[in-house]
């Protein structure tokens, strides 16, 4: 079901694209990057940017927040967009192919739909804390994956430094203010 739908939308991007443009395009929305031929791979390391062709958990956050936002306007109940929203949730992790980040922020999105639906506060830190432990034990060897330490790390610092942010909202004429709350807004969705 899952993995035909991310075959099919690779195969759609083949069809109807350049064969190097639908490459980078498979691999930018499904983490494949297969089809990536090796003179793309080496230029975007040597540039830096490789990095950009992960999928991460902010894919997943975008993906599902634009979700969410069209299922909770046409619903009465609460209920009703955070399952949905979970659901789509655990068909990205799929579609994606089960990427560390993925699954990282998956979990932390589930706990944050989950607390709606049972109407309790999900707090980031034990949120990430929760994913991150049931990664762990789910694949021991995760500890050792750069893209699983980063994703963790970047979160951890995220979560630290929209804290310390948030305490600080300041007047709207002040200098900073608009940066401040927009960090804060990222950072909290």
């Known amino acids: 079901g899952i993995l035909l739908s991310a075959k099919r939308t690779r195969d759609k ?3 109807n694209m350049q064969e190097d443009e639908a490459a980078v395009t498979t691999s930018l929305i499904t983490g494949d ?10 230029g975007l390391r040597q540039s830096g940017i490789s990095h950009i062709f992960a999928v991460s958990g902010m894919h997943l956050s975008i993906w599902t927040d ?14 009703i967009p955070n399952l ?3 659901i789509f949730v655990l068909f990205y992790i799929v579609f994606t192919g089960f990427s560390p ?21 999900a707090e980031t830190l034990n ?9 762990l034990i789910y694949e021991p060897f995760l500890c050792g994956n750069i893209s699983f330490l980063l994703s963790c790390l ?7 430094t929209s804290e310390k942010l948030s305490g600080f909202p300041g007047r709207k004429d002040q200098k900073g203010y608009l940066f401040r709350k927009a960090f804060v807004y990222i950072t909290d969705s």
Do not use: W
Not at 154 to 160: K, N, Q
């Open 13 to 15: 991007f083949f069809n």
């Open 33 to 42: 990057k297969d089809y990536l031929d090796d003179e793309t791979i080496s």
């Open 66 to 79: 634009l979700f969410f936002i069209i299922f909770r306007r046409r619903s009465v109940s609460k209920l």
């Open 84 to 86: 949905l929203a979970s």
């Open 101 to 121: 980040s993925v699954l990282r922020a998956g979990i932390m999105l589930i706990c944050v739909f989950a607390g709606r639906i049972l109407r309790r506060s």
């Open 127 to 135: 949120s990430l804390g929760l994913a991150v432990t049931a990664l």
């Open 154 to 160: 970047s979160t951890l610092t995220l979560i630290l």
